[in-house]
């Protein structure tokens, strides 16, 4: 086909015989996104949101109700616990002021363990008689649900002032970070079952680690709910610590090792903890590395850190990667498998960078939900 003697006039309609309605079909879709494009697109991206929010307001439903059942069936209330624990749902926590970073870390911690003593206290209130592990869950299960409730209003929050200033912008943020919002919530969502059964999760692999190490020595209380033991290996002396389980809870290492090493210095630490996996990576894979492997608002792990900088005690760490949704629900057999492997490591680490006759701390760093010692 010759297209040299294409007349483009008359092919686009721009010539003597252009025909008027063929302009409005061009020119009227160009001028409503001039004018109503960001209102459009508004309202594209609000339909999205919409959604996403409604499973929100779903996740957080569904654990305030499974936490209400919980205590009514396990704590055995005397009264109806329903509007005690909605205004737990509603509690929130500041921050100190940081303008001089000064001391900050030690009012963030004192912060953060006046809100636990005071959850605690309180939910142990509704049903005095109930134990210490049966209280751990009631605490998870209240955390879970309380952040689901504040991711709900945050997103909420976000969305609704953007729908009402009408403006796209705003609601950009929302629409970029929403996903990785939704996968959380989904995460901590389907983590309800296993803390209410007791189960371990994949974040527990390294107190199961530490835990099989325990299993025959004899356990000491040395820090808020934390045990520590005495063993040996290959001429080594080897103190393990873990939270105490099988309740939910991550116990204090940082005040365990204070108090261990105030005692007895150890010549290295080595801390065995679960990881985020990057995407791409296989999920329990083992990886080797320095420093404090731990987690959390970061308190614990300066605590730790402060105590190795002071006595010049070197840090080691072993992860165990996952991904998100793997760290909080059941642990998977491909995790658990790994413990017997993650020993063989610590063994080699062990004989790699000490000499018999010296003294070795090992931590294993985790929530020990189902995991006893």
Not at 102 to 107: A, E, R, S
Not at 157 to 170: D, F, G, I, R, S
């Amino acid at each position: 086909m010759d297209f040299t003697n294409i007349d483009l006039d008359q092919l686009f309609g721009f010539g003597d015989d252009t025909n008027p309605l063929l302009m409005l079909i061009w020119i009227l879709p160009i001028i409503l996104f001039i004018f109503y494009g960001q209102r459009i697109q508004l309202q594209v991206t609000s339909g999205e949101i919409k959604k996403a929010i409604k499973k929100l307001d779903g996740y957080r439903t569904e654990s305030r109700s499974e936490l209400i059942d919980y205590i009514k069936k396990n704590m055995r209330p005397k009264e109806d616990p329903t509007k005690r624990i909605d205004r737990f749902l509603d509690y929130f926590t500041i921050m100190p002021v940081d303008m001089d970073p000064n001391g900050i870390v030690d009012k963030v911690r004192h912060t953060v363990r006046a809100r636990e003593d005071y959850s605690r206290i309180h939910v142990k209130s509704i049903s005095p008689d109930t134990d210490e592990v049966e209280l751990s869950k009631v605490i998870t299960l209240l955390e879970i649900a309380t952040s689901l409730h504040m991711i709900y209003k945050v997103v909420n929050h976000m969305y609704l002032t953007a729908k009402k200033q009408n403006n796209y912008p705003l609601i950009l943020p929302l629409q970029m970070i929403l996903p990785f919002i939704m996968e959380e919530a989904e995460a901590i969502t389907k983590a309800i079952p296993a803390f209410k059964k007791g189960q371990p999760v994949g974040d527990g692999i390294g107190p199961m680690v530490v835990g099989k190490m325990m299993l025959d020595t004899k356990k000491e209380t040395i820090a808020f709910q934390t045990v520590a033991s005495e063993t040996e290996f290959d001429g080594r002396k080897l103190t393990l610590l873990k939270a105490e389980g099988p309740g939910s809870t991550v116990g204090r290492p940082g005040d365990a090792v204070e108090s261990l090493v105030s005692k007895n210095k150890p010549d290295i630490i080595i801390m065995v903890d679960a990881a985020l996996k990057m995407e791409g990576e296989d999920s329990a894979i083992t990886a080797q590395g320095f420093g404090a492997a731990i987690g959390g608002i970061g308190t614990e792990r300066f605590q730790i850190e402060e105590i190795a900088t002071k006595n010049n005690i070197p840090i080691f760490a072993i992860v165990i990667k996952q991904s998100v949704k793997e760290a909080i629900t059941l642990m998977t057999k491909e995790i658990a498998n790994q413990a017997d492997n993650v020993r063989n490591q610590i063994h080699e680490m062990i004989q790699e960078n000490t000499t018999p006759g010296q003294h070795v701390l090992l931590i294993g760093v985790g929530n020990t939900i189902g995991v006893p010692q």
